[in-house]
């Protein structure tokens, strides 16, 4: 099955920067759209940015002109470079991933694990 491994949250003061990647690995055909979700205590998932196969990206409001998205097809991998942190940007950060399996022409979205990212003083 598909699996979507995250890394690169971590703690930074307001003002740093993080980097997050999210690799999918599996028995896949090919991988359509991927993206970033992030959800915060109390409040609703929301997407944070995503970036179709042929490179076409989308950003919420909030991430325009701080994040960057972009990936690697050879690696299956997609990126988020955070800039200019806030404190409103802490959550928990979802990588997913539109795939279509071996033997299916279906397209599934696949979620990674989570990874945390705190920016407090």
């Known amino acids: 099955q598909v699996q979507l491994v995250e890394s690169g949250g971590g703690f930074v003061h307001p003002g740093g920067l993080l980097r997050l990647s999210c690799a999918a690995s599996g028995l896949l055909i090919r991988i359509y759209d991927m993206g970033w979700y992030r959800q915060a205590p109390g409040k609703q998932r929301e997407l944070v940015a995503s970036i179709t196969n042929d490179g076409k990206t989308n950003y919420a409001d909030s991430a325009k002109g701080r994040f960057t998205i972009s990936r690697d097809n050879a690696k299956n991998t997609v990126f988020l470079q955070m800039n200019s942190l806030k404190p409103e940007d802490t959550a928990v950060y979802y990588c997913?991933?539109?795939?279509?399996?071996?033997?299916?022409?279906?397209?599934?979205?696949?979620w990674g694990q989570g990874t945390q990212v705190t920016v407090s003083s």
């Open positions: 997913y991933s539109e795939v279509r399996n071996v033997g299916s022409a279906e397209i599934n979205p696949y």
